[in-house]
């Protein structure tokens, strides 16, 4: 048996993953155990989990990777700050303690949070790498071009290569500063949003706006090639030596300073939102076009955080030249403690690789799961009410609870491994409802109210409600799809002007658009989920239910979570957050709880406790 246990920390969403004998057992987030958005230290939940996941302690493990090198980061730190003295003089006095006291140091670190019968080799091995592997190594292609795109790991901020059988070879890169990451980062900024958390609120605010600052971001901001590759005028930019992502240049060529975050948006917020998702388009459709130029390969795959822009992914399938695409679904730097792992499997241990049908990500449900017997052991400590049913019986109740309008938490099985609900950690809603889609946002996520919600959908009947392939995939909610012309209600003149001068996105996003309003977004599209039986049967089965009842095969699906606070992981998360919302009913596993049947102020603490947080009324 050879256990390779893969660690991303310390930067953007701490993680774990365990491979035996070239098998995924299990990976997860440390934010799902310590409950805080996000986090980036040491991952040693992950890592508790992953190990009692295989049975396994630490003293068993073959090796330990790390997904990047600490020692080249530090290099790339220490030049740009000496580029840009005395300029970078408080940014770098924030920093380098940091590095001096702990990431100098990470050997002697990591080893010191196992105990002492760890005497598995530790490797660091490359950022890039290790977000090529997950990309490549999982994937259903035996041969692939391969595309990173991030913000930056040591130096590298997108590179391009080759994937075959059991090696990877990457070929081409871009250096920073030059990052196509943190251009969208920098707008994701100056839009108000916070930086590595809000970049999916700036792609879903795009579709209000026109791409009106689109030729002025290629003329003064990047300076894009007929091949893809780029490089950045850092006069406008404020990373490299200072606190903020934009600088005085920037804030004077789109008129003012940076929107403050929770104040209105404006026009020209959503204006600077779809020019840049524009600009990122057109870089993911000449890199595309270059890499396979170069490698004449009819398959691509992708990672890095920007790899989780669907819009972008969805317009290189549709437009690039590739047939195939397959996005690791944690594309971001968790992805890389998986990476990391299936590099020392393959690449180093030169072990084969077999190609699975589909995938080798086993859906992405990588992470803990609960037994029957544990939710009832936990739903009889708190004494409420719950009943217990049984396939096909719970998904006919369920099913039947969505079309009378309620809203669902569904925990069921293996948690995800990566930012998006896939069917075990969701809030579910009825698709056909025009009111669904403002209750979630406003009464259930805490959160803007213009931001859509995905579709989950069979697999089987994907193509009749999507301009989307029959033959093809999306299982991770990683590509956009419009809403097919037959499914979408036209507009009144009097809403068109509405939607054209109504400052108020709830109202414009809440006009019907389609006959699944709940998921269509002002542009026709929808963030799409396929689901098949093979990957995900009880949510499926679940679909295949509300299809029978109401003629629909698609439900919202969004993740169960609130505004600033991880997806759920244990029973006790999907309870306290079930309370403390408008959720009518909770789903763990086999047993449904009804908040009209639990005692009058049960859930007081919890909504009091959630309300002050988000100073709601």
């Known amino acids: 048996m050879t256990a390779i246990l893969g660690i991303s920390a310390f930067y953007h969403?701490?993680?774990?993953?365990?491979?035996?004998?070239?098998?995924?057992?299990?990976?997860?987030?440390?934010?799902?155990?310590?409950?805080?958005?996000?986090?980036?230290?040491?991952?040693?939940?992950?890592?508790?989990?992953?190990?009692?996941?295989?049975?396994?302690?630490?003293?068993?493990l073959n090796y330990v990777a790390f997904y990047e090198k600490p020692l080249t980061k530090f290099e790339r730190l220490l030049e740009t700050y000496l580029a840009f003295v005395p300029r970078g003089f408080r940014s770098f006095c924030m920093a380098i303690p940091l590095w001096l006291k702990d990431k100098l140091f990470m050997r002697k670190m990591i080893r010191d949070r196992f105990p002492p019968d760890l005497k598995a080799p530790l490797l660091f091995l490359d950022h890039h790498e290790s977000h090529a592997a997950s990309a490549f190594f999982p994937s259903p292609f035996e041969r692939a071009a391969i595309l990173t795109l991030d913000g930056v790991g040591e130096w590298s901020t997108t590179t391009w290569g080759t994937g075959e059988g059991n090696r990877i070879r990457l070929k081409e890169h871009i250096a920073f500063p030059h990052s196509l990451g943190l251009l969208y980062s920098a707008f994701t900024y100056y839009c108000g949003f916070k930086v590595n958390s809000g970049e999916y609120k700036l792609m879903g605010l795009a579709p209000f706006g026109q791409p009106i600052y689109r030729d002025t971001i290629l003329e003064r901001l990047i300076d894009l090639k007929a091949d893809g590759s780029f490089r950045l005028d850092m006069r406008y930019f404020n990373y490299c030596q200072g606190l903020t992502m934009t600088g005085r240049r920037f804030h004077q060529l789109f008129g003012g300073p940076p929107r403050q975050p929770e104040s209105p948006l404006v026009q020209r917020h959503m204006d600077l939102a779809a020019s840049i998702q524009a600009v990122t388009e057109e870089v993911f459709l000449r890199l595309g076009r270059h890499i396979h130029q170069q490698t004449g390969m009819k398959n691509l795959v992708l990672a890095g955080g920007v790899a989780l822009n669907c819009v972008a992914n969805a317009r290189l399938l549709g437009d690039g030249p590739f047939e195939q695409i397959w996005?690791?679904?944690?594309?971001?730097?968790?992805?890389?403690?998986?990476?990391?792992?299936?590099?020392?499997?393959?690449?180093?241990?030169?072990?084969?690789?077999?190609?699975?049908?589909?995938?080798?990500?086993?859906?992405?449900?990588?992470?803990?799961?609960?037994?029957?017997?544990?939710?009832?052991?936990?739903?009889?400590?708190?004494?409420?009410?719950?009943?217990?049913?049984?396939?096909?019986?719970?998904?006919?109740?369920?099913?039947?609870?969505?079309?009378?309008?309620?809203?669902?938490?569904?925990?069921?099985?293996?948690?995800?491994?990566?930012?998006?609900?896939?069917?075990?950690?969701?809030?579910?809603?009825?698709?056909?409802?025009?009111?669904?889609?403002?209750?979630?946002?406003?009464?259930?996520?805490?959160?803007?109210?213009?931001?859509?919600?995905?579709?989950?959908?069979?697999?089987?009947?994907?193509?009749?409600?999507?301009?989307?392939?029959?033959?093809?995939?999306?299982?991770?909610?990683?590509?956009?799809?419009?809403?097919?012309?037959?499914?979408?209600?036209?507009?009144?003149?009097?809403?068109?002007?509405?939607?054209?001068?109504?400052?108020?996105?709830?109202?414009?996003?809440?006009?019907?658009?389609?006959?699944?309003?709940?998921?269509?977004?002002?542009?026709?599209?929808?963030?799409?989920?396929?689901?098949?039986?093979?990957?995900?049967?009880?949510?499926?089965?679940?679909?295949?239910?509300?299809?029978?009842?109401?003629?629909?095969?698609?439900?919202?699906?969004?993740?169960?979570?609130?505004?600033?606070?991880?997806?759920?992981?244990?029973?006790?998360?999907?309870?306290r957050c079930f309370l403390a919302t408008d959720m009518d009913v909770l789903v763990l596993e086999n047993c449904v709880l009804d908040k009209r049947e639990l005692p009058p102020g049960a859930n007081a603490a919890e909504r009091e406790e959630y309300r002050a947080r988000f100073a709601l009324d």
């Open 327 to 575: 996005i690791q679904p944690a594309a971001g730097d968790a992805g890389g403690a998986l990476g990391s792992a299936l590099f020392v499997w393959h690449q180093l241990l030169e072990k084969e690789r077999q190609v699975q049908p589909g995938d080798s990500q086993q859906g992405s449900f990588l992470g803990p799961q609960f037994s029957d017997d544990e939710v009832q052991k936990f739903l009889q400590g708190k004494a409420v009410p719950y009943r217990r049913l049984e396939e096909p019986e719970l998904h006919n109740h369920v099913a039947g609870l969505l079309a009378d309008g309620k809203v669902i938490g569904w925990f069921q099985g293996r948690m995800e491994f990566g930012p998006r609900a896939l069917g075990a950690r969701s809030i579910l809603g009825d698709p056909r409802s025009t009111e669904m889609q403002s209750q979630m946002n406003l009464k259930i996520k805490f959160r803007e109210s213009f931001r859509p919600f995905a579709p989950a959908v069979m697999q089987e009947h994907a193509a009749d409600w999507f301009d989307f392939r029959p033959d093809q995939e999306s299982p991770y909610m990683l590509l956009i799809a419009g809403v097919r012309a037959d499914r979408r209600t036209a507009l009144s003149d009097e809403q068109t002007k509405s939607i054209k001068d109504d400052p108020d996105l709830c109202r414009r996003v809440n006009i019907p658009r389609s006959s699944v309003p709940a998921i269509t977004h002002v542009d026709y599209t929808a963030r799409l989920q396929t689901v098949d039986r093979q990957r995900n049967p009880r949510f499926h089965g679940l679909l295949q239910a509300f299809f029978e009842r109401t003629g629909c095969p698609i439900l919202v699906n969004t993740s169960f979570n609130i505004r600033g606070e991880p997806i759920v992981c244990e029973p006790e998360d999907a309870y």
């Open 13 to 60: 969403d701490s993680a774990a993953a365990l491979i035996v004998d070239g098998k995924v057992v299990a990976a997860a987030q440390e934010e799902r155990f310590s409950r805080i958005k996000h986090d980036a230290r040491f991952p040693e939940r992950a890592i508790a989990y992953c190990l009692r996941e295989a049975g396994l302690d630490a003293g068993q």
